[in-house]
T-cell receptor, first 113, second 116 residues
């Protein structure tokens, strides 16, 4: 699987926007960009995914660079509940055994009250 | 609606004993996955069930590990003769179709297994 690179940690203040970056310079044309997060002592939780265009849902927005070599997860107003480890992963949409999720270290987001 | 549920939430066992971990996927999801996550480590794939197809067992670490899925719904992960290195959080996930790329996996809260 193509590799992603994320900062180890980031810090934000409550009710402020958070921009979580992810680099994926070796992304292929069929790779989807997925974001999951894991709150303390909980299972991972899907956040958002996209292919080429920016995406919005109730949880977050995903901004994808024009060359697709990087993307940014945007939390518009961070809350204390958003404190978690955020994982950016690539999943090949062309088939095969790419249903196996593999998480790297992710970014530990701390939200200050 | 109801999410993925797992039981027990915590399990403490003695080395050498067998354990069974249960997963109830989201109703209507045909794909079911087991992963484990050791302390401070990433996600490790164990096994994948999709409908009536033969499961992908390629991630099972040894023949002490087995899993079954009855009636296309509930799944049980069994670890025989547990070892201390089996201590981890065992996570179950399900998805609608099990397809690549766009398929979203929904995780349960996990079972924390401690082998003494």
């Amino acid at each position: 699987d193509a590799k992603t690179t994320q900062p180890n940690s980031m810090e934000s203040n409550e009710e402020e926007p958070v921009h979580l970056p992810c680099n994926h310079s070796t992304i292929s044309g069929t790779d989807y960009i997925h974001w999951y997060r894991q709150l303390p002592s909980q299972g991972p939780e899907y956040v958002i995914h996209g292919l080429t265009s920016n995406v919005n849902n109730r949880m977050a927005s995903l901004a994808i660079a024009e060359d697709r070599k990087s993307s940014t997860l945007i939390l518009h107003r961070a809350t204390l509940r958003d404190a978690a480890v955020y994982y950016c992963i690539l999943r090949d949409g062309s088939g095969g055994s790419n249903y196996k999720l593999t998480f790297g270290k992710g970014t530990l987001l701390t939200v200050n009250p | 609606g109801a999410g993925v549920s797992q039981s027990p939430s915590n399990k403490v066992t003695e080395k050498g004993k067998d354990v069974e971990l249960r997963c109830d996927p989201i109703s209507g999801h045909t794909a079911l996955y087991w992963y484990r996550q050791s302390l401070g480590q990433g996600l490790e794939f164990l096994i994948y069930f999709q409908g009536n197809s033969a499961p992908d067992k390629s991630g099972l670490p040894s023949d002490r590990f087995s899993a079954e899925r009855t009636g296309g719904s509930v799944s049980t992960l069994t670890i025989q003769r547990t070892q201390q290195e089996d201590s981890a959080v065992y996570l179950c996930a399900s998805s609608f179709a099990g397809g690549p790329g766009t398929d979203t996996q929904y995780f349960g809260p996990g079972t924390r297994l401690t082998v003494l």
